[in-house]
Nanobody, 128 residues
Framework: QLQLVESGGGLVQPGGSLRLSCAAS????????IGWFRQAPGKEREGVSC????????NYADSVKGRFTISRDNAKNTVYLQMNSLEPEDTAVYYC?????????????????????WGQGTQVTVSS
């Protein structure tokens, strides 16, 4: 069964860093674009970052550009989100999601409605 599991969330002070992991099982990520999304209480889900299935094309929401970095390790079937210079506004439940994309080399930032498979989320809290 296809499954995505996020990990790495927690409580961090402003300016701190976290690395989130998204581990896939039941399928390989080679032909899937992977997106990171977040949802804070009372807010709509927003796209944070994405990485394409091929060519390592990446994209970021304006709010996290220069602070977050997405990467993938196909050998480990895992995608990462390195989050630096965290701000209280980054507090949210973070989800990873996968979308089959074949050889399509691009990904775009979106709320994620087009993604097929979702993890259960990991809480990130940025507070002093």
């Amino acid at each position: 069964q296809l499954q995505l599991v996020e990990s790495g969330g927690g409580l961090v002070q402003p300016g701190g860093s976290l690395r989130l992991s998204c581990a896939a099982s039941g399928f390989t990520l080679d032909y899937y674009a992977i997106g990171w999304f977040r949802q804070a209480p009372g807010k709509e889900r927003e796209g944070v970052s994405c990485i394409s299935s091929i060519g390592a094309n990446t994209n970021y929401a304006d709010s996290v550009k220069g602070r977050f970095t997405i990467s993938r390790d196909n050998a480990k079937n895992t995608v990462y989100l390195q989050m630096n210079s965290l701000e209280p506004e980054d507090t949210a439940v973070y989800y990873c999601a996968a979308k089959f994309s074949g050889l399509y080399k691009l990904c775009v930032i979106s709320p994620g409605g087009e993604y097929d498979y979702w993890g259960q989320g990991t809480q990130v809290t940025v507070s002093s």
